[in-house]
């Protein structure tokens, strides 16, 4: 079962209903930048269906609107890599931040699935790209919040400890990241007291 490891979003820009992931009952409306960053190395295959219902369902959390100007976006990055993958193919964006829910969810529907060649994990890596793609793309009012769902540790590119400084570079930035697990998932779960330093730009 999914658990909520740390979360301490103080929501400056999201309305009241924004405050679980996803959202129950009700749409989320406030203006932020959601980035679901997901686990899909080969430990997560017996995972993916239920996985993929998920996105779809936190995608459908969202009051995506494209003719609203404060409308909430969303964009989905997953984690796969192997041996011989470099740091920058061991994340991938499934789809940037929009919102588009139907593109969205198309983008989950093709998803590739958990490859025995693609078993390791670099949560880094996906915090890292998570990061990029907030400089690129995020827009100045809006709260930057990530989502991190994995089984396990990581086991590739500075272990946990590389895992620990990505997520404390976010936080500094401005953001606030929730971890969820699938399983144990003790040490790489993004450290509390959560901080936010300054604004990511």
């Given amino acids: 079962m999914m658990a909520f ?18 959202p129950n009952r009700e749409q989320c409306t406030g203006m932020l930048e959601f980035i679901l960053v997901v686990d899909n190395s080969w430990s997560m295959r017996e995972h993916y269906e239920g996985i993929s219902e998920f996105m779809r369902l936190v995608t459908d959390s969202f009051e995506l609107d494209a003719q609203r100007q404060f409308s909430p976006r969303v964009s989905i990055i997953t984690l796969s890599g ?19 829910a139907d593109s969205i969810k198309r983008a989950i529907d093709g998803r590739p699935a958990p490859s025995r060649d693609k078993g390791y994990t670099c949560i880094s890596c996906g915090l890292d790209l998570a990061a990029s793609l907030l400089r690129s793309m995020k827009r100045r009012e809006a709260k930057p919040i990530i989502a991190l769902l994995t089984d396990g540790e ?5 272990l946990n400890h590389a895992a620990m400084e990505s997520s404390d570079e976010l936080k500094n930035a401005g953001a606030e990241i929730v971890a969820m697990s699938l399983g144990t998932f003790p040490r790489a779960a993004p450290r509390v007291p959560w901080r936010s330093e300054g604004p990511l730009s």
């Fill in 5 to 22: 490891l740390a979360a301490g979003l103080s929501l400056a820009y999201v309305d009241e209903r924004c405050g679980q992931i996803p």
């Fill in 82 to 100: 192997g041996y011989q993958d470099s740091k920058t193919q061991h994340a991938q964006v499934l789809h940037p931040l929009s919102d588009d």
């Fill in 154 to 158: 990581q086991t590739v590119w500075g």
